[in-house]
């Protein structure tokens, strides 16, 4: 018992200094967001997002990806392999050199397949996020297929229900990620660790949320021109940002851009969405990279290290090259690095739960 009580001290020090550091990391993020919203973004999704998405797949992979089978990953990866086929075939023509080019890949044998897979992209997701369920807590294998294809009923069914679409389809894997899943990480932590830090930290994660839902921002307040307006129109986060909105009933369609003489600028409540999305975005990413001594995300072969070091600096260099070219180049890690978490999203939930109820019913 006296032995391991400086171990325990130890680990608690710790736990109170990583807890410190990501309120300061949260409300750095939250300036950010407030003075350089478009930019702070931007620099964010470019610079910091690819080195998350390749360090996060590898220290899942030492993981087995929390799975009860890791070769049951490639199952995430396969759908997550047909979505990203989806998106870049409908994709090739804004690349083309040539008119003549584009009607070609329009008029290809694949662009059936294209278009078919486009039409249900928001099941592959909705498979993935139902398929880690499986993964995770079904042992016996050939239950746990046979439940993986029964959600392929469900994902027929659900194809088209509007609320279905903008949870699944564009929540789930953006806005849901990194701010929802995030705040369960800052939950469950603050549960198991049961200190007064872990539990401030989560409260300076909700309150920006309440800073930011009744600032009162002013598109005239910010500028964006040259790069950065290219980028975010390419980003296409605006259009995201309404569609979530205009969904929840914040907005409507006539009112989320404010038509100008000089195009178009964006309302009281886009600005708030978007202080949201570069907040979010930006303080995910620092999250991860704040938490290196205590997960270990770095204790990978070497050569593993080197690859990801070598994919990161070329996707900076693409981003700053044509953000577009970016985006499309780093699509498919972007969203493996989302399914290949969901397993480890879903059992952070059932830890909350389980901790939860230990305080609720502590003598059962």
Known sequence: MFQQLPLDLSYCMQAKRLDILNIGLMILSFILAMKLPFHAFLLAYAVLGPLHYLTEIGWLDNRN????????????????????????????PAFSLTASWSEAINAGP?????QFLLKYERSFIFLAFYGAIMMTFVKKRNLRYILMLFGLVIAYFLNGINAYTMIIGIMLPTVIHVYVFTGAFILFGALKSKSVSGYASLMVFFAILFLIVYSRPKMSDYTLSGYWLDAMRESKFVELSGAIAIHLGWAK????????????????????????????????YLNWFSKTKVIAWHKVKKSRL????????????????????????????????????????????????????????PNK
């Open 65 to 92: 990806y929390f799975s009860t089978n890791k070769k049951d990953a490639w199952i995430l990866v396969a759908l997550c392999g047909l979505m990203t086929f989806g998106f870049a075939y409908h994709q090739f």
């Open 110 to 114: 694949f662009n059936k397949v294209s």
């Open 253 to 284: 369609p006539d009112t989320y851009l404010i038509r100008t003489p000089n195009g178009s600028a964006l309302s009281t409540v886009a600005l708030k969405m978007q202080i949201f999305i570069a907040f979010a975005y930006t303080y995910h």
């Open 306 to 361: 080197i690859g990801a070091i070598v994919i990161w600096v070329a996707s900076i260099a693409l981003y700053f090259y044509d953000y577009k070219i970016g985006l499309a180049a780093l699509f498919f890690l972007s969203v493996l690095h989302v399914f290949l978490e969901f397993p480890l999203n879903h059992l952070t939930f059932v830890g909350i739960y389980k901790e939860l109820k230990t305080r609720i019913t």
